[in-house]
Nanobody, 121 residues
C-alpha cells in the first residue's frame, strides 16, 4: 500500500520549534521530489518547502524552516523554528516524480493525511 504518513504536529508557543516527519511506504522516496504544504482555515493551500530528488536539505520561510530527507529511512522532515501564530495550519507532505509538477504546480502523486500545527500562547 502506497502512503505518506505525517507526524509531529501539535500545540507550540510562539517562538517555539517543531519537527514534522513524513514516512513513506509502498514506494521509494529516492526518485521523488518531496514537499511540505500547509492549509489554514479559510485559506488556499500554500507551498512551505519543496526539493528535487537530488536535493537533501533546503531552507525556506526566510530561513525559519528546513526540509530534509533521509532516504535510508524513507522519511522526510520539516524542522520549524521561530514559529508564529500565522504558521498555524494543517501541514501535508507530498511526493511526485517531477519536481516542477510538485514544487511549481503543487500537484503530486502522493499526499499524506495532514498533521495539525497550532502556534498559540
Amino acid at each position: 500500500q502506497v502512503q505518506l504518513v505525517e507526524s509531529g504536529g501539535g500545540l507550540v508557543q510562539p517562538g517555539g520549534s517543531l519537527r514534522l516527519s513524513c514516512a513513506a511506504s509502498g514506494f521509494t522516496l529516492d526518485y521523488y521530489a518531496i514537499g511540505w504544504f500547509r492549509q489554514a482555515p479559510g485559506k488556499e493551500r500554500e507551498r512551505v518547502s519543496c526539493i528535487s530528488s537530488s536535493t537533501f536539505r533546503a531552507n525556506s520561510m526566510k530561513g525559519r524552516f528546513t526540509i530534509s530527507r533521509d532516504n535510508a529511512k524513507n522519511t522526510v522532515y520539516l524542522q520549524m523554528n521561530s514559529l508564529k501564530p500565522e504558521d498555524t495550519a494543517v501541514y501535508y507532505c507530498a511526493a511526485d516524480p517531477e519536481v516542477s509538477r510538485l514544487c511549481v504546480a503543487g500537484q503530486g502523486d502522493y499526499w499524506g493525511q495532514g498533521t495539525q500545527v497550532t502556534v498559540s500562547s
